[in-house]
């Protein structure tokens, strides 16, 4: 991609390279997929891919091709460096491909920066925007300290155990509970568990990402609220599923309280908000909590669950965020009518938001349904789970709201610039897609092998 942005001069062109390469990515984790197909592969005690890493990284790709294919113009017009962003986009994938593979520590700590550092570029990509450049700086200060307390947990751990490698017997044994969990374990266990809440935007580690997510260029945005975000909490599971699993007592609780205070806050503060962007950052917070049940969940229908969960969110967000970097008012006023000005448009969004809020029919319900189900398999915290609804139905309000402008409000809603035939079908067969996971959920299974 760097070297297109030097060799090709038309940003079409750049497009095209940058759609190609996303093409063969997900050939490449197709690939990877029937290489697992019979036992997993481990490289260097550094790496290892099984069938749900292989699953998780060709769903993911996929979910990159959409994003590409819906966003690649507005990646393009955020300045003259198009290439570049999407090389940065590439570098995100590689740290993705990490966070979904590692079996070692270190790996892990590698897949985080080389995740997180091309989105503090991504984020004050808009120089000429002073809250593009405010964006960019916390984004990068609460990223630092999010890695420092990554690290130290990741040093008291190597201290308690000796081993950096998940799957090493000696790392496992120490976590077997047999005569209780020693104080170094415990400590490098909660600042994990901090350090991942700050990645994935669970409160009380969110106050970051409203700012950053409303600061950064809208092409970015759903990037960095989806696709992002759903690998870390692929390498929050396979870490604490696969290594901490034994000692899932003396974590629970603290997930608990993440759940709990990432569902109040997310849902309570995105009713009182005025920009639809804006909404959609505190939305993501909220989703965060329901994503969270599947770590907190330790059970195979949590795995499920949180793969299908992926990329519906993924999906139904980017649908949504494709709709709003078309308008020029992001504020609900500014959707007034665009159900009668733009029908596509509209309806599209419609599905992702019905989506979004678990309404039945569509994948967010299934999404939901699942890894609320493994909460329930655990035979405890039914309570947990009760609020859960309870806070669905209130996200179901700022959803409806949205709703509401669009169909049922007059208006003139104006737009930057009028969709395209071919942006329209992308649309539709996102929407299409979107509402055959709430129909057949199981199809993820089914493709993925």
Same mark, same amino acid.
């Given at each position: 991609?760097?070297?297109?942005?030097?060799?090709?001069?038309?940003?079409?062109?750049?497009?095209?390279?940058?759609?190609?390469?996303?093409?063969?990515?997900?050939?490449?984790?197709?690939?990877?997929?029937?290489?697992?197909?019979?036992?997993?592969?481990?490289?260097?005690?550094?790496?290892?891919?099984?069938?749900?890493?292989?699953?998780?990284?060709?769903?993911?790709?996929?979910?990159?091709?959409?994003?590409?294919?819906?966003?690649?113009?507005?990646?393009?017009?955020?300045?003259?460096?198009?290439?570049?962003?999407?090389?940065?986009?590439?570098?995100?994938?590689?740290? !993705?491909?990490? %966070? /979904?593979?590692? *079996?070692?520590?270190? &790996? #892990?700590? $590698?897949? =985080?920066?080389?995740?997180?550092?091309?989105?503090?570029?991504?984020?004050?990509?808009?120089?000429?925007?002073?809250?593009?450049?405010?964006?960019?700086?916390?984004?990068?200060?609460?990223?630092?300290?999010?890695?420092?307390?990554?690290?130290?947990?990741?040093?008291?751990?190597?201290?308690?155990?000796?081993?950096?490698?998940?799957?090493?017997?000696?790392?496992?044994?120490?976590?077997?509970? !047999?005569?209780? %969990? /020693?104080?170094? *374990?415990?400590?490098? &266990? #909660?600042? $994990?568990? =901090?350090?991942?809440?700050?990645?994935?935007?669970?409160?009380?580690?969110?106050?970051?990402?409203?700012?950053?997510?409303?600061?950064?260029?809208?092409?970015?945005?759903?990037?960095?609220?989806?696709?992002?975000?759903?690998?870390?909490?692929?390498?929050?599971?396979?870490?604490?599923?696969?290594?901490?699993?034994?000692?899932?007592?003396?974590?629970?609780?603290?997930?608990?309280?993440?759940? !709990?205070?990432? %569902?109040?806050?997310?849902?309570?503060?995105? &009713?009182?908000?005025?920009?639809?962007?804006?909404?959609?950052?505190?939305?993501?917070?909220?989703?965060?909590?329901?994503?969270?049940?599947?770590?907190?969940?330790?059970?195979?229908?949590?795995?499920?669950?949180?793969?299908?969960?992926?990329?519906?969110?993924?999906?139904?967000?980017?649908?949504?965020?494709?709709?709003?970097?078309?308008?020029?008012?992001?504020?609900?006023?500014?959707?007034?009518?665009?159900?009668?000005?733009?029908?596509? %448009?509209?309806?599209?969004?419609?599905?992702?938001?019905?989506?979004?809020?678990?309404?039945?029919?569509?994948?967010?319900?299934?999404?939901?349904?699942?890894?609320?189900?493994?909460?329930?398999?655990?035979?405890?915290?039914?309570?947990?789970?009760?609020?859960?609804?309870?806070?669905?139905?209130?996200?179901?309000?700022?959803?409806?709201?949205?709703?509401?402008?669009?169909?049922?409000?007059?208006?003139?809603?104006?737009?930057?610039?009028?969709?395209?035939?071919?942006?329209?079908?992308?649309?539709?067969?996102?929407?299409?897609?979107?509402?055959?996971?709430?129909?057949?959920?199981?199809?993820?299974?089914?493709?993925?092998?």
């Amino acid at each position: 991609m760097m070297f297109a942005g030097i060799v090709l001069k038309k940003t079409a062109q750049v497009q095209g390279v940058a759609i190609i390469g996303a093409i063969v990515l997900l050939a490449g984790a197709i690939f990877d997929l029937n290489l697992v197909s019979v036992e997993s592969h481990t490289y260097f005690n550094m790496i290892e891919l099984n069938a749900y890493s292989a699953k998780f990284n060709v769903l993911i790709t996929f979910c990159v091709l959409v994003y590409f294919m819906l966003f690649s113009k507005d990646i393009a017009a955020v300045g003259k460096s198009d290439a570049d962003y999407f090389a940065l986009l590439f570098f995100v994938m590689c740290g !993705v491909f990490l %966070l /979904s593979t590692y *079996s070692n520590l270190l &790996v #892990l700590f $590698l897949g =985080i920066e080389i995740l997180s550092i091309p989105q503090y570029i991504l984020a004050g990509s808009d120089k000429k925007n002073i809250k593009s450049n405010e964006a960019s700086l916390k984004y990068f200060l609460m990223g630092a300290f999010s890695t420092g307390i990554l690290l130290m947990g990741i040093t008291l751990i190597y201290g308690a155990t000796g081993s950096f490698d998940i799957f090493n017997e000696g790392f496992i044994r120490q976590f077997q509970h !047999v005569s209780g %969990l /020693s104080a170094l *374990s415990f400590a490098g &266990v #909660l600042l $994990l568990v =901090i350090s991942f809440g700050f990645k994935v935007s669970a409160a009380p580690m969110h106050f970051w990402t409203p700012d950053v997510y409303d600061g950064t260029p809208t092409a970015f945005t759903p990037f960095m609220a989806t696709i992002a975000k759903v690998s870390v909490f692929i390498a929050f599971i396979r870490l604490f599923h696969f290594s901490f699993g034994n000692i899932s007592t003396d974590w629970q609780a603290a997930i608990a309280g993440m759940i !709990v205070l990432t %569902l109040l806050i997310g849902n309570i503060t995105a &009713v009182y908000q005025q920009s639809v962007k804006r909404m959609l950052a505190y939305s993501s917070i909220a989703q965060a909590g329901f994503m969270l049940f599947a770590i907190f969940a330790f059970n195979t229908t949590s795995w499920k669950g949180l793969m299908l969960y992926s990329v519906v969110y993924t999906l139904a967000s980017l649908g949504v965020f494709s709709v709003l970097i078309k308008m020029k008012d992001y504020t609900y006023e500014g959707f007034n009518g665009l159900a009668k000005k733009e029908p596509v %448009l509209a309806a599209t969004a419609a599905i992702c938001l019905l989506s979004l809020a678990g309404i039945p029919l569509t994948g967010g319900f299934f999404a939901k349904y699942f890894v609320l189900s493994a909460a329930v398999e655990q035979g405890k915290w039914i309570g947990l789970v009760i609020f859960a609804v309870l806070m669905a139905a209130v996200s179901a309000y700022y959803y409806f709201r949205l709703l509401r402008s669009m169909y049922f409000t007059e208006g003139d809603a104006e737009l930057k610039n009028l969709p395209t035939t071919v942006e329209k079908v992308l649309l539709i067969i996102n929407a299409a897609i979107v509402i055959l996971l709430g129909v057949l959920p199981g199809i993820i299974e089914n493709v993925t092998g």
